[in-house]
């Protein structure tokens, strides 16, 4: 078999190697001082400060709206780790975004059980309808679009996610639905008692331990 039938389908690009290195950054501190004492009531819950490590980092997406490698290093000094240690966590989880991302991820997965239930036309139209950018992020900040590996969902097939919340037997005429829908502030409800998805910091937030808070409205204006 040669090295070309080995080679990634030409569809499969919803997490591509560069966006997943970490190299984007910002300027200056990322932690609020208000969002610094949250960090400390977040590692005040635990035994040990390092188990607030993936909190911690959600609560940076929840303020930055993804993860910059200066917010990994606030993280670090906050629990005392090398910068390595908190970058070793954050490149793991697929669900903390390294690179600049929409307030809407839309995660389509490919796997097996998916793609044979017709996954691949799913992402496909999704990236017809928010154009290649959307695979980092579209112009208007909105979207974000990529591939998952597994949603543990098989008998939903195909499924996607939006912000980490379930749709199931998502065919190209339901995504459209779904981002028509967020782009007109009518962000749809998933089934299965999961209810709206919120904004991306709005989630992360609630990932790092705090709860809720009312997200803006969806939509170009919003």
């Not at 208007?140 to 919340?165: I, Q, R, S």
Request: aromatic share 6%; glycine share 8%; charged share 25%.
């Amino acid at each position: 078999m040669t090295q070309a039938e080995f080679a990634r389908p030409d569809w499969q690009v919803g997490q591509l190697a560069p966006l997943a290195l970490g190299q984007d950054d910002v300027e200056g501190p990322v932690l609020s001082e208000e969002a610094r004492a949250l960090a400390e009531r977040i590692v005040d819950r635990y035994p040990t400060s390092r188990s607030a490590l993936l909190p911690l980092l959600y609560l940076v997406q929840s303020e930055a709206g993804w993860v910059p490698r200066q917010g990994m290093r606030e993280v670090a000094e906050i629990l005392r780790l090398s910068t390595a240690e908190v970058e070793a966590v954050a490149t793991f989880y697929t669900m903390l975004k390294l690179h600049p991302s929409g307030r809407y991820v839309i995660s389509v997965c490919t796997n097996p059980s998916c793609t044979l239930r017709g996954a691949r036309k799913t992402y496909l139209r999704a990236r017809e309808l928010l154009g290649e950018d959307a695979e980092r992020m579209t112009p208007d900040g909105m979207f974000t679009l990529e591939e998952e590996e597994c949603l543990a969902a098989c008998d939903k097939a195909p499924v996607v996610a939006v912000n980490y919340v379930f749709y199931d037997q998502v065919d190209e005429g339901a995504v459209e639905q779904i981002i028509e829908g967020i782009r007109e502030g009518r962000v749809p409800e998933a089934p299965r008692g999961a209810g709206v998805p919120g904004d991306l910091r709005d989630v992360s937030r609630t990932l790092a331990g705090l709860g809720t808070t009312p997200s803006p409205k969806a939509g170009p204006d919003g």
